[in-house]
């Protein structure tokens, strides 16, 4: 099971961090991804991180801007959002899948958390 939270209103320029915390099991041997869903438009993929955190790939219009990481000892990834701007708005969701190097394919995960909502005021 995993949990997203961190998510909130925020100005444009501003910050956030989103954490997902996984329960049951040991996400060591899992990629995590975040993705997004916005206000009637399709889930798309934010970024990506590996098992070990060396791989990391990012959607081209976060790369920059946002950090993906991770804390196996704690069970918990991370979503650094920094120069946030309105069109960053929406639902944030984090998932995970066992093995693999990096995941950018919403259809390939197979755990999901339950989303946190990020607004971002012009």
């Known amino acids: 099971q995993l949990q997203a939270s961190g998510g909130g209103l925020v100005q444009a320029g501003g910050s956030l961090r989103l954490s997902c915390v996984a329960s049951?099991?040991?996400?060591?041997?899992?990629?995590m991804g975040w993705f997004r869903q916005a206000p009637g438009k399709e889930r798309e993929f934010v970024a990506t991180i590996n098992r070990s955190g060396v791989n990391i790939r990012y959607a081209d219009s976060v790369k920059g801007r946002f950090t993906i990481s991770r804390d196996n000892a704690k069970n918990t990834g991370y979503l650094q959002m920094d120069s946030l701007r309105p069109e960053d708005t929406a639902l944030y969701y984090c998932?995970?899948?066992?093995?693999?190097?990096?995941?950018?394919?919403?259809?390939?995960?197979?755990?999901w958390g339950q989303g946190t909502q990020v607004t971002v005021s012009s």
């Open positions: 049951g099991r040991s996400i060591r041997q899992y990629v």
């Open positions: 998932a995970a899948v066992y093995g693999v190097p990096t995941v950018v394919d919403a259809s390939d995960y197979s755990y």
